[in-house]
């Protein structure tokens, strides 16, 4: 028994050489303590934030006939409102669609921060556009900003796992939907308000 405590090692090492058959159930054991210990996490380390998502609608458009217009006077003075209260946010992530207003919405944040402009087409439709968006936000580390429209909003936020915010009135301008993403796989919905 003296010689088993001082030398625990040794003694594991003889009883699994003399007793081949049974290994496998101590190292069974063995590996059910690991996970057991793994998969023990403290509140405070579950709802460790892991990434935010800002997504916002794009600015007011132009009221020229066209099927891809620009941003309207207002839309321009919004798009640098929400420049500046995104300022001193952490971004590493910029997406529009491939419709200029989205991008126009971004891209005083853009050369704000010195960020370049992801864009994710909606040419092979809605779906797919979808599931593109929510690549590039899984694929990058830092925090992503989206500029959609009032139809894909709602779909990119349950997409990513928040919830149904219901349908964005055509009319309505300068939301922003912050996701932010938990280690413990939840994601929290907060709103604010960019621009007059």
Known sequence: MRLISR??????????????MNCSVVFAAQEGNIKQQTNTQTPATTN?????????????????????????????????????QLASVALSQLIASDYQRT???????????????????????IS??????????????????????????PLIISAL??????TISESSYGGIYQLQL???????LTQSHFGQ
């Open 7 to 20: 030398h625990p090692l040794k003694f594991i090492t003889l009883f699994i050489i003399s007793s081949f």
């Open 48 to 84: 460790v934030t892991v990434k935010q998502v800002l997504l916002v609608r794009h600015a007011e458009k132009s009221q020229i006939n066209s099927q891809d217009p620009q941003l309207s006077a207002a839309g321009m003075q919004r798009a640098q409102a929400l420049a500046e």
């Open 103 to 125: 991008q126009l919405t971004l891209a005083p944040l853009a050369k704000e921060k010195a960020l370049t402009l992801t864009v994710a087409s909606t040419k092979s439709g």
């Open 128 to 153: 797919a556009h979808i599931k593109h968006i929510v690549a590039l936000v899984k694929q990058e580390q830092g925090n992503s900003l989206i500029a959609g429209h009032s139809n894909t909003l």
């Open 161 to 166: 796992g928040g919830p149904n915010i219901g």
């Open 182 to 188: 938990k280690q413990n796989g939840k994601v929290i």
